[in-house]
């Protein structure tokens, strides 16, 4: 069963979490996406796509007021979920396991199924922020901000963000091919 939950939040970046869309698709994964309120507008104001573009990316989409959808249970096989981007109150009601919505439920579903979850968040940060992402991770989520790696010597910002989108499929196990992998020292 290759099936993973993606949560798109209403932090800056919500391009990340369309490219992993598109490659969860090229990869062959089944898909199961929510978006919070904020989300969507983030998906309006930072990319060219609608809702409803981003949306038919999916396999299957919930609404994210529905806190009894298949993926709010820890019944509902998955290999986890990647929340990109993650928003700081996602981050606060996935940390400390006060969720008031499906996107965040189904990330604590994941961390109490001990299910992989990554949470890719925008910086700066401060000591709140971090603090939140320390409860995170020793509760067994990657927190991955979304940091370019220059050894790959990036020419463009898709470059960037597919990097970084195969970074994350990496901790699941994908190989996407969006990954220039380091092969050593040129010195």
Do not use: N
Not at 66 to 82: E, H, K, L, Q, R
């Amino acid at each position: 069963m290759r099936r993973i939950v993606v949560g798109i939040s209403g932090a800056s970046g919500a391009v990340y979490g369309i490219r992993l869309l598109e490659a969860l698709r090229a990869a062959d994964v089944e898909t199961h996406l929510v978006i919070s309120q904020s989300g969507k507008r983030a998906i309006v104001e930072e990319t060219d796509h609608t809702v409803k573009d981003v949306r038919a990316l999916a396999d299957v989409t919930h609404a994210s007021d529905d806190v009894g959808a298949p993926i709010s249970s820890g019944s509902f096989p998955t290999m986890g979920m990647v929340v990109a981007p993650c928003s700081v109150r996602s981050l606060a009601e996935i940390a400390h396991g006060t969720t008031t919505g499906l996107l965040t439920r189904a990330a604590d579903v994941a961390l109490k199924e001990r299910r992989r979850v990554v949470l890719v968040r925008e910086t700066p940060l401060r000591v709140t922020h971090l603090r939140a992402m320390a409860a995170a991770a020793e509760d067994g989520a990657v927190i991955m901000p979304p940091l370019p790696a220059f050894y790959t010597r990036p020419t463009s910002l898709d470059e960037v963000v597919d990097h970084t989108v195969g970074r994350v499929l990496d901790q699941f196990g994908i190989e996407s091919g969006l990954v220039r992998r380091w092969a050593g020292s040129r010195a």
